[in-house]
């Protein structure tokens, strides 16, 4: 394009102190159109770390780091594990690694509601209950963006969707038109769950993400520069393993439920994944069309589902006592 090259015209005469860019942008300008010079390079810092493991990501920064005999790199990354070291020290050699983890600690709490029946219903009773300055709604499939949005639409919220179906000049006007607060409500896919910094009151997770180091990145967009902020889950039985896993990785749920109110933290023992219970409820047909009662049908048919498991259970502990 034409500003690309001007730019690259700019960079012939004058070459900067300090470069700002992505990776793409990099290689472009160093190792395809030769116009940046990194011959006086001290330091090279790289933002979301993590994803230098990816190998569409290696393949592209890797001319690179085989050109330029750098000093100093510093990586950052709200999800650099231990796991990572042997790949860091293939890269970049002799390293310190440092875990801020303890140091800063999030003012953020971890709301976790159960959906029993409908999640889009769910979801509708919690913006009904709070009153975000702003609130990014993270949805994993592109296909439900439009729906959750849609939804939302119809209630009347003031709610703007962003995916990675949108051109690049949409998504900035987007940008520009929630950093003004246009809307109170963003439903995004995780294409917003890194890079981006606004003052985010609340995060809702409609559903987990398939990688679970994205829970950080999404939750991360809220409770920013010492601010509070609020991040909500929401789960069903089939959930229950991922929401083990992020226990322990040191996520502090706290069990919610939905009051006139607002939301009531509960304090009530959290029950872990139950494969068997898990396959119960599954097993449950729902219904495929909406008929009057249908919601209430469907749970009991579920309450069964599940007593007849845990009599099995019984059974067979009683089974074992006999013996």
């Known amino acids: 394009s034409m500003d690309m090259e001007k730019e690259a015209l700019k960079l012939k005469n004058n070459q ?4 700002i860019t992505t990776p793409h942008k990099l290689v472009d300008l160093f190792v395809e159109k030769r116009v940046l010079n990194l011959k006086n390079l001290h330091y090279l810092i790289l933002d979301e770390a993590d994803m230098m493991f990816d190998e569409d990501f290696m393949s592209l920064i890797d001319p690179v780091l085989s050109k330029i005999d750098v000093p100093k790199f510093l990586l950052f990354s709200a999800t650099l594990t231990k796991a990572m070291e042997p790949f860091i020290k293939k890269y970049f050699g002799q390293h310190i690694f440092i875990d ?16 029993y029946d409908n999640r889009l219903d769910t979801l509708v009773e919690i913006t009904k209950r709070i009153n975000p300055y702003l609130c990014f709604i993270f949805v994993s499939k592109n296909e439900d963006i439009e729906r959750v949005f849609n939804r939302l639409l119809d209630e009347g919220l003031k709610v703007i969707s962003i995916s990675s179906n949108i051109n690049v000049k949409q998504r900035k006007r987007i940008m520009e038109q929630i950093e003004s607060l246009e809307y109170q409500y963003v439903v ?19 559903d987990l993400p398939h990688f679970l180091e994205y829970f950080n990145h999404r939750s991360g967009r809220t409770g920013r520069m010492g601010d509070e902020g609020i991040v909500i889950t929401l789960y069903d039985e089939e959930d229950r393993k991922k929401i083990d896993k992020l226990r322990q990785k040191g996520i502090h749920f706290v069990n919610a439920t939905l009051t006139k109110d ?19 409820i599954k097993s449950v047909p729902k219904p495929k069309k909406v008929s009057p009662g249908y919601k209430k049908k469907y749970r009991k048919e579920v309450k069964k589902a599940i007593q007849s498991v845990k009599k099995e259970r019984y059974r067979h502990a009683n089974i074992r006592k006999s013996r």
Do not use: M
Not at 100 to 115: A, D, G, Q
Not at 265 to 279: F, P, T
């Open 100 to 115: 801020t983890t303890n140091v800063s600690k999030l003012n953020i709490e971890y709301p976790l509601i159960r959906c």
């Open 262 to 280: 607002g939301l009531q933290y509960v304090i009530r023992r959290y029950k872990k994944y139950d494969k068997k219970i898990a396959e119960a």
């Open 16 to 19: 900067p102190n300090l470069i």
């Open 188 to 206: 995004s896919s995780d294409l917003l769950s890194r890079g981006i910094d606004f003052k985010v009151s609340h995060v809702i997770h409609y």
